[in-house]
């Protein structure tokens, strides 16, 4: 059974640029406009992944518009991540920074363990098949923390 539904939820993983930005993308693209959804990275050293893009393509998520952002560069935009009711780490190093900064907050940060597929497979359709296995990890992991897609 789905918990309570957050009104704002932020993605992280290491570079946003995989794994946050395809939650990111799911999870607007499964509730719509039901909560705020952003996403970020530990640090802001990588654009989108183009393996993520095409995945996240074929089951109708955009994500070739998404600029990756740093936890630093939303705290320099004025992004307070204590707006957030949830913190979705997809990473151990962005769990760490993210428990690290809502540390003085009431704020709840969960981890959810995915695996990260840069690097994975040396051909091209090895590398998608680790790419969608992250999208559909993200994806189980969304529909049994948030329950059934807006319809």
Known sequence: MAEDFPSSVL????HNAIR????????????GHRAYVQSAG???DMEVDGFAVAVCDEIGVELSRHRSRSFDEMQEWGD???GFDLIVALSP???RRALELTRYSALEVEYWPIIDPAGLGERR?????AY????DQIKTRML???GPPVR
């Not at 993605?11 to 290491?14: I, L, P, S």
């Not at 946050?20 to 509730?31: H, N």
């Not at 969608?132 to 999208?135: D, K, P, V």
């Open 11 to 14: 993605f992280c993983c290491d």
């Open 20 to 31: 946050s930005p395809m939650a990111e993308g799911l999870m607007k693209a499964l509730y």
């Open 42 to 44: 530990v640090k802001n």
């Open 80 to 82: 307070d991540l204590t």
């Open 93 to 95: 190093a962005s769990q």
């Open 125 to 129: 359709e090895d590398k998608l098949a």
């Open 132 to 135: 969608r296995q992250a999208r």
């Open 144 to 146: 049994a923390r948030f």
